[in-house]
């Protein structure tokens, strides 16, 4: 199925200098190679070690600030939760948590990170279609914004805590608009067949519903359709359009409405994809839910922190298969899994500044891991590439290192944030001693053999 998150094999790739032209925050240094704001990332590469995941405080706080400047202009009196999924390193979230920026959480990892960097719990939001009791109760002792309900089960749920706890619970309905935002089969989900949400015809009903337990504030309604959505603006408005409607339905009803989440969804340009502006996505949420004047919130998560980060690997060796060359890298599928996963595409850029404009060749950049899937790319057009060269994947600051794992027993890559002149390690590479530390050998399999 073509996706704008697939390869299109028939467009040629875009040069390096393309890539770089539309990342103002890195940019090609004739001495250093390749720079992040101020610091060279060979720098960082060279201290910190490889694999590792470098973000740039000012293009967070530069990204977040423009689309607070969008809603704002567009007239709507809006906030923003940023999406932990997309980045959970407490520096990141203390950046934005310091621009003004709330959270939208789906675990109670992603609750106490958020509080950890510093978010209030009255700017959280806690999403996701399978919260425990245990999360719900301690969402409800922070006193977070809001909790939203993906089923009537979980809304019976959330009243049970409520009343256990002895607290109110402030529950936003997140609705499931059947509409197509036509990106990844992977990662839809405002479509009926998705798990999300609640089916719109039994919306209201549920609504009422909520209003008469005691334990329940209902606070209003939200909707996310899915994620790097770069089609326009059309499946947005349609959704919103549908939100709007049973906004207007459920106020005349005289039930309380507090405030419209929109979610988050919104796309980057990975490789050549036209993504739909921050004023795009404005303007559809003031023509659609503006007229109702409440205020509504969005949950972005890659286009804030995906073209802020960079994953930096090394050159384990250059593979010379029978007519392709293959190009190793010291990090994998378990670091960076979006292209195993959903055969997504990172631009690639080596890190020295004569590589930047050597005779270029394709060749296929593969992990060490031992799974055909660990191909981050296939016939790139990369210079030669010497053990030891260094790489930069781009636009790695969202699903990143937040979907990596430890397949093949690969400790964790360290992180590093960059701001201005200054950068550190925010999160240490995980040693391979804290790999092994808190497994156990039962007594009973006695001594090894
Ligand atoms: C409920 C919800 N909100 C926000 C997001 C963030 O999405 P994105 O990173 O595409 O902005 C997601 C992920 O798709 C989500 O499921
Ligand atoms: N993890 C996905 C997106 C899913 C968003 C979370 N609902 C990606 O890397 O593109």
Sequence with gaps: MASPLASPHDTPDPDFADLLAQRPHLRAHVLDGLVMDDVPLVNIAREAGTPTW??????????????????????????IHFAAKANDSLAVL?????????????????????????????????????????????ALEEGILQINAESAEEVERIAEVAAATGREAPVTLRINPDVDARTHAKISTGLAENKFGIAYGDAAALYARMA?????????????????????????RAAYARVADLARALLARGLPIERLDCGGGLGIP?????????????????????????????????WIAGPAGVLLASVVLQKRGQNRR?????????????????????????????????????????????????TFARGRALPDLPPGALVAFLDAGAY??????????????????????????????QSHEALLANQVVPDWLGAAA
């Design 326 to 374: 293959f190009v190793v890298l010291d990090a994998a599928m378990n670091d960076l899994v979006r292209p195993a996963m959903y055969e997504a595409w990172h631009g690639i850029l080596p890190l020295a500044p004569d590589a930047l404009h050597a005779p270029l060749a394709p060749a296929d950049v593969v992990g060490p891991v031992c799974e055909t899937g660990d």
């Design 270 to 302: 990975y490789r050549d994809e036209i993504a739909p502006t921050p004023a795009a996505l404005a303007g559809a949420i003031r023509a659609t839910l503006g007229p109702l004047g409440l205020p509504v919130m969005l949950e972005p998560g890659r």
């Design 54 to 79: 470098v973000y740039s405080a000012a293009t967070l706080r530069r990204r977040h600030a423009a689309l607070r400047d969008a809603l704002r202009e567009a007239g709507l009196a809006a906030s």
């Design 400 to 429: 990143g290192a937040t979907m990596s794992s430890t397949y093949n027993a690969r400790p964790l890559a360290a992180e590093v944030l960059v701001d201005g002149h200054r950068w550190a390690v925010t999160r240490p590479r």
């Design 94 to 138: 203390r950046v934005l948590g310091d621009e003004g920026a709330g959270a939208d959480v789906v675990s109670e990892g992603e609750l106490r990170a958020a509080r950890a960097a510093g978010i209030p719990a009255s700017r959280i939001v806690f999403s996701g279609v399978g919260k425990s009791a245990r999360e719900i109760a301690l």
């Design 212 to 236: 008469s337990l005691p334990g329940i504030r209902p606070t209003g309604l939200a909707v996310h359709i899915g994620s790097q959505i770069t089609e326009g603006m059309a499946a947005y």
